[in-house]
T-cell receptor, first 116, second 109 residues
Framework: ETGVTQTPRHLVMGMTNKKSLKCEQH?????MYWYKQSAKKPLELMFV???????ENNSVPSRFSPECPNSSHLFLHLHTLQPEDSALYLC???????????????FGPGTRLTVL | GQNIDQPTEMTATEGAIVQINCTYQ??????LFWYQQHAGEAPTFLSY??LDGLEEKGRFSSFLSRSKGYSYLLLKELQMKDSASYLC??????????WGAGTKLIIKP
């Protein structure tokens, strides 16, 4: 049990569908992250939230829309995705997002997304 | 640009020792992390180095040389359960993690 949960664990969707990924952390952390992990590629940071405010958006296409209603929950809303968006989407949390030299991130198990 | 390099795959024998290398180039540096990720699971934290030298934690040790932009993870007395991907990540001047693509370690009996 890592303290970070994600649902669903697996998702198959068509290009015209709308779906949402959910992440919840039970660690009392202030920062939450969305990453994309594709095979044999580095983790790609998508979004960072600190105290429910977005602090980082790494040029992610608008078909990905994050939402952070409180410091424990993070969503990633998906619409009109492309097959190349198929990947493992990981959520993580940390005590703080910046200005902290030791900033260990705790990861959820991920959502394996397949876009047909 | 910022970059992390680590080998794609390594193979080692149960009971042996293996060293996984990582070189980094970042804008500023605030420490280096190693994570372990078993197939289909979340990455889990192994170690953090910010000063030069060796940090030992049981069978795992991590080394850092800031002047060379180099780190390694040393795994001793390898067990089958150590088969996993090992991710190297450097913290840049903004405390953002720059990730390597991971090294898949295969342990053979």
């Amino acid at each position: 049990e890592t303290g970070v949960t994600q649902t669903p664990r697996h998702l198959v969707m068509g290009m015209t569908n709308k779906k949402s990924l959910k992440c919840e952390q039970h660690l009392g952390h202030n920062a939450m992250y969305w990453y994309k992990q594709s095979a044999k590629k580095p983790l790609e940071l998508m979004f960072v939230y600190s105290l429910e405010e977005r602090v980082e958006n790494n040029s992610v296409p608008s078909r990905f829309s994050p939402e952070c209603p409180n410091s424990s929950h993070l969503f990633l809303h998906l619409h009109t995705l492309q097959p190349e968006d198929s990947a493992l989407y990981l959520c993580a949390s940390s005590q703080d997002s910046a200005a902290v030299s030791y900033n260990e991130q705790f990861f959820g198990p991920g959502t394996r997304l397949t876009v047909l | 640009g910022q970059n992390i390099d680590q080998p794609t795959e390594m193979t080692a024998t149960e009971g042996a020792i293996v060293q996984i290398n990582c070189t980094y180039q970042t804008s500023g540096f605030n420490g280096l992390f190693w994570y372990q990720q078993h197939a289909g699971e979340a990455p889990t934290f192994l170690s953090y180095n910010v000063l030069d030298g060796l940090e030992e934690k049981g069978r795992f040790s991590s080394f850092l040389s800031r002047s060379k932009g180099y780190s390694y993870l040393l795994l001793k007395e390898l067990q089958m359960k150590d088969s996993a991907s090992y991710l190297c990540a450097a913290s840049d001047s903004n405390y953002q993690l720059i990730w390597g693509a991971g090294t898949k370690l295969i342990i053979k009996p």
